[in-house]
């Protein structure tokens, strides 16, 4: 091994050792430090009194592996067109997104930890495709975000349901012509036009059924963790039905996509979020509104399970991460 690789292999151990360190640092100040943590456990034991809701959270958890799989196969999917790549090494890739996103205001920094997981695909060209299904998300959370408003606010919902119409076909037309992305080359300087030219053009690899795949793995996924959110919800014996649950549910996902913040405060800005919009929901239907914060536990909760959890496993597969590569790796 020659000098130049001695420092590429130290450097690298050195990038993923930081990772490492700073990751167990902020999961200990979200999962630890954090007081809601506590206020989280003193519910559980306070609700939980008998098998069948110890039973819904389990049920929640056990649809964990589920979603985190779903994810993997939309991931594969978006990346075939850079590098084709096996459903494990796909599934290792989302745990190592989710360890990324920790770093970074609302997860934005997910994708860097699924890019340097690849073998020899181009990274830059990795990072932007992940535009494709961050889009198919936000369209499933936008079209059942805006039916979910509909049906919450009651009033000029013949106004609010054009508008909606409109916004998810203008979403819809974008989405499945992606490739339109290429003409906004325009806004790049000229003198990096011709280097950026080629990047842009991976939007072009997309045909319509692909894209459609994606767009229907955002849906299932979608239905799958707000599902998780119904049953965390019924453990705590929020008496509110599937159809009654997912309405002020929807309503929170399509806020939190709409208001960014920050994600150290993430557990808390994200249950107080569900605890505004169901607390209204809950006096409209004529329910005590003190479950509220039953609630903001069952939202803590979902966060836990789907993302902290993935994360800490994600800690300990950095060392798969190669931010270097010889130039035949390319």
Not at 50 to 69: D, R
Not at 110 to 126: C, S, T, V, Y
Not at 249 to 257: G, K
Request: net charge positive; aromatic share 14%.
């Amino acid at each position: 091994m020659n000098n130049k690789a001695k420092i590429i292999k130290l450097a690298e151990l050195s990038v993923k050792i930081v990772i490492l360190l700073f990751g167990i640092l902020i999961l200990y100040k979200k999962l630890i430090i954090n007081q809601n943590v506590t206020d989280i456990i003193s519910d559980i034991e306070d609700s939980f009194k008998n098998k069948s809701q110890f039973a819904l959270m389990l049920l929640a958890i056990f649809f964990v592996p589920l979603n985190l799989y779903l994810e993997a196969i939309k991931w594969k999917l978006q990346i075939k067109p850079i590098e084709n790549i096996s459903n494990w090494k796909s599934f290792l890739s989302i745990f190592t997104g989710m360890t990324a996103g920790m770093f970074f205001p609302n997860r934005m920094g997910n994708f860097l930890g699924r890019i340097f997981m690849l073998e020899k695909g181009d990274r830059i060209k990795a990072a932007m495709v992940t535009i494709v299904g961050g889009m198919a998300q936000m369209i499933a959370t936008v079209c059942i975000g805006l039916l979910a408003l509909i049906l919450y606010v009651k009033k000029n919902y013949v106004l609010i349901g054009i508008l909606s119409v409109l916004i998810i076909i203008t979403l819809l037309l974008l989405y499945f012509n992606i490739h339109l992305l290429n003409y906004f080359q325009f806004l790049i300087p000229k003198k990096f036009k011709e280097k950026t030219e080629e990047y842009f053009k991976v939007f072009s690899l997309y045909d319509k059924k692909e894209l459609l795949k994606i767009l229907l793995l955002s849906f299932v996924r979608y239905f799958l963790y707000t599902f998780q959110f119904v049953l965390l919800i019924w453990a705590f014996g929020i008496p509110l039905t599937y159809l009654k649950a997912m309405i002020p549910i929807s309503l929170t996902y399509l806020a939190m996509m709409i208001v960014p913040f920050i994600t150290i405060t993430e557990i808390a800005v994200r249950g107080s979020v569900s605890v505004v919009i169901f607390e209204n929901w809950l006096m409209m239907n004529g329910i005590n509104s003190s479950y509220g914060m039953m609630v903001f536990t069952a939202s803590s909760l979902l966060w836990i399970f789907n993302i902290a959890i993935p994360a800490i496993i994600g800690l300990f597969l950095t060392y798969r991460l190669k931010f270097f590569r010889n130039k035949d790796e390319s």
